[in-house]
């Protein structure tokens, strides 16, 4: 199986914020990379699939790059709505696999 | 818009077997390439990946959980199951059902998801 980590697992910010992420693949799986948003007590929302395209309707303060093995998602300026927990999963292989998670909270 | 919602019992006891409904609404259920699929979330946890069903009937297991796992599907009535045979405390979780979509640069993404519904694991 491919395991997925990210870093940091938490992180504190304030309103207007750029916060950045990364997720590591322990193999290589070239852009099939995914980024959901989940907030507490909902489904989890893709915000980007193939580690670069914004999901429609996604706010374009969201962008994430990467290929390979290593990936990025960042938040250019952090807006209120944006607190949560963000995971990353890859799709290249199955079976599918996610990220443990990096949750935004207030500082 | 696509609509998804789980259906199901809140509560299964030990050693029983775990069933749920998934159904789809406001899109096709057949057509292309989607896969439906199952995912869930122990309490303040991450996300497992528990298999994905192809309208005809195609499936795909994650490996831990293969041995009592079984996903069908009844394209009649847009909807898809899941059961999960001898559970124990360990599944107990928000099950959640999902489409599977293929992206336009290969590679797929679960792009719409149910609300989830809490299955707990007691005796």
């Known amino acids: 199986d491919i395991q997925m980590t990210q870093s940091p697992s938490s992180l504190s910010a304030s309103v207007g914020d750029r916060v950045t992420f990364t997720c590591r693949a322990s193999?290589?799986?070239?852009?099939?990379l995914n980024w959901y948003q989940q907030k507490p007590g909902k489904a989890p929302k893709l915000l980007i699939y193939?580690?670069?395209t914004l999901q429609s309707g996604v706010p374009s303060r969201f962008s994430g790059s990467g290929s390979g093995t290593d990936f990025t998602l960042t938040i250019s300026s952090l807006q209120p709505e944006d607190f949560a927990t963000y995971y990353c999963?890859?799709?290249?292989?199955?079976?599918?696999?996610f990220g443990p998670g990096t949750k935004v909270d207030v500082k | 818009q696509l609509q998804l919602q789980e259906s199901g019992p809140g509560l299964v006891k030990t050693s029983e077997t775990l069933s749920l409904i998934c159904s789809v609404s406001?899109?096709?259920?057949?057509?292309?390439?989607?896969?439906w699929g199952w995912i869930r979330q122990a309490p303040g946890k991450g996300l497992e990946w528990i298999g994905n069903?192809?309208?005809?009937?195609?499936?795909y297991y994650n490996p831990s959980l293969q041995s009592r796992v079984t996903l069908s599907i009844d394209a009649s009535k847009s909807q898809f199951s899941l059961t999960l045979s001898s559970v124990t405390a360990a599944d107990t979780a928000i099950y959640f059902c999902?489409?599977?979509?293929?992206?336009?640069?290969?590679?797929?993404?679960?792009?719409?998801w149910g609300q989830g519904t809490l299955v707990t694991v007691s005796s």
């Open positions: 999963q890859q799709s290249y292989s199955s079976p599918r696999t």
């Open positions: 193999e290589t799986i070239s852009i099939y």
């Open positions: 406001g899109g096709s259920f057949t057509g292309g390439s989607d896969y």
């Open positions: 069903i192809f309208y005809n009937g195609m499936t």
């Open positions: 193939a580690a670069s």
């Open positions: 999902a489409r599977d979509s293929s992206t336009a640069y290969g590679g797929r993404s679960f792009d719409f």
